[in-house]
């Protein structure tokens, strides 16, 4: 996996992270979880088009599972959730309705502002987005997804 030039390493776990090409030690631990399962580790391998009014725009999930349905799952790890990040969350969701995407926050009883008290939580929900606070993913999730090795019992896609 390529190192991420683009960031300047803020932490000793943040660096690690960067060392193996992810943009946070929470997106690291996730991986070390997948890597440890039955479960194919794809870290950024999709694109995601969606609209934001009046320019186009690609948004890349962090990680990639295929259902066992051939449909694909999206998982985003969230240490922090910013104003920007989830706007975009809302473009993408209005522009692929019926797309699969789960959150893993890293807190999820963190508040969006110092002056609001919504949530990382109550705003996924409004959003109707799947999440968990646990800094793994369920094995509730995983157990949708085909393993390594196996094929989805439908040839379906998101995308087609």
Request: proline share 4%; glycine share 6%; net charge positive.
């Amino acid at each position: 996996m390529a190192k991420n030039h683009w960031h300047s390493a803020g932490s000793k776990t943040r660096s690690e992270a960067y060392k193996y090409g992810y943009k946070s030690g929470l997106e690291l631990t996730v991986s070390k979880q997948i890597e440890n399962t039955e479960y194919d580790l794809k870290y950024e391998t999709e694109t995601i088009h969606y609209i934001v009014p009046e320019r186009k725009a690609k948004y890349t999930p962090d990680f990639v599972f295929t259902k066992k349905n051939g449909t694909l799952m999206f998982i985003e790890t969230k240490g922090r959730w910013t104003a920007i990040d989830r706007l975009k969350m809302k473009h993408v969701l209005q522009s692929n309705p019926g797309v699969d995407i789960r959150l893993v926050f890293q807190n999820p009883n963190q508040k969006i502002s110092k002056t609001s008290a919504t949530t990382y939580r109550l705003y996924a929900e409004k959003l109707g987005i799947m999440h968990v606070g646990a800094k793994t993913i369920p094995a509730e999730w995983m157990e949708e997804c085909v393993k390594k090795g196996e094929e989805p019992k439908q040839s379906l896609n998101f995308f087609n």
